[in-house]
């Protein structure tokens, strides 16, 4: 089977689930999430655009470390292995603002390939046997 769907679909849940996070803590519970999806070339570009609080460029740097977060309640772990689901179906996971310093939001962009490669689970996530 090509590619993992249930990876696939944890990433997209946590982009959603981090963007609605985001429009929470800004006071902007109500203000719409906008995905956008669209084929590039042989891959296809999934976008999340929430309008949040901007995030400053030492915390745009670092979103994807583990154990990094820039919530009070958060592990840091969510973006790190989201990126690490997207990288071992041959894609990446980006962030950007979505507009213009200091304005509200950022998108975060899954990018696959349109033909998948087999994945069976995450090497970090395997379980291993003593």
């Known amino acids: ?12 849940l946590n982009l959603l689930k981090n963007a609605l996070d985001a429009h929470r803590a800004a006071g902007r519970a109500d203000a719409p999430i906008t ?3 669209e084929c590039q070339g042989d891959r296809l570009a999934i ?3 929430d309008q ?3 995030l400053s460029d030492a915390e745009r740097a670092r979103l994807f470390e ?20 997207a990288e071992t179906h041959g894609g990446a996971l980006q962030a950007r603002p979505a507009g213009a310093a ?8 899954l990018l696959l390939p349109l033909a998948l490669p087999a994945v069976s689970a995450l090497p970090a996530l395997q379980e291993t046997t003593p």
């Open 1 to 12: 089977m090509p590619g993992d769907p249930q990876q696939i679909q944890q990433v997209l």
């Open 35 to 37: 995905i956008h999806i």
């Open 47 to 49: 976008a999340v655009q």
């Open 52 to 54: 949040g609080a901007p």
């Open 66 to 85: 583990p154990f990094y977060t820039t919530r009070p309640d958060g592990l840091g772990l969510g973006l790190a292995i989201c990126r690490g689901i």
């Open 102 to 109: 200091g304005e509200p939001g950022m998108v975060f962009e």
